[in-house]
C-alpha cells in the first residue's frame, strides 16, 4: 500500500476507476467467491490506502462500470467511504451478468445492487 500511497501523492491523483473480474468470470474460474467477499476485500483495500498517514490526496471520484464483481464492488465501497462523486457507466439496457453466467436487463434491478 505504501508504493501505491507514494504513485497517489506523486501523480497528485484524485480519481480512481475500479474494473475488474466479473462475478460470472471468477466463478468459471474455480474462485470461490460471493459478492459480499468481494466488496469487503475492495473496501478495506481503499479505507486502508485512503487512511494512511503518508496518504496526501483526497479522493473525489472514483467510477465503474458497475458489473457483478469488483466493478459492483467498487461503487459500494465508494459509497461507504463517502467518496464525494460517484459515477456508474451502465452498459445499454442496463444489462449485468449474473453468477449464473446469464445476462440481465433490468434498470431497477441494476440499481438495486447499490441501494
Do not use: H, M
Not at 97 to 111: A, H, I, M, N, P
Amino acid at each position: 500500500l505504501k508504493e501505491i500511497c507514494w504513485v497517489f501523492n506523486k501523480s497528485k491523483i484524485e480519481s480512481i476507476n475500479i474494473a475488474g473480474n466479473g462475478l460470472y468470470t471468477l466463478v468459471q474460474k474455480g474462485y470461490s467467491f460471493t459478492q459480499d467477499d468481494i466488496d469487503e476485500y475492495v473496501y478495506q483495500f481503499l479505507s486502508q490506502l485512503l487512511t494512511l498517514p503518508d496518504f496526501k490526496n483526497k479522493i473525489t471520484f472514483l467510477r465503474s462500470g458497475g458489473q457483478t464483481g469488483f466493478d459492483e464492488a467498487g461503487i459500494k465501497a465508494a459509497v461507504r467511504l463517502k467518496v464525494p462523486k460517484i459515477l456508474v457507466l451502465a452498459p445499454k439496457s442496463w444489462k449485468f451478468r449474473g453468477v449464473d453466467g446469464k445476462d440481465v436487463s433490468d434498470e431497477k434491478l441494476f440499481k438495486s445492487r447499490f441501494v
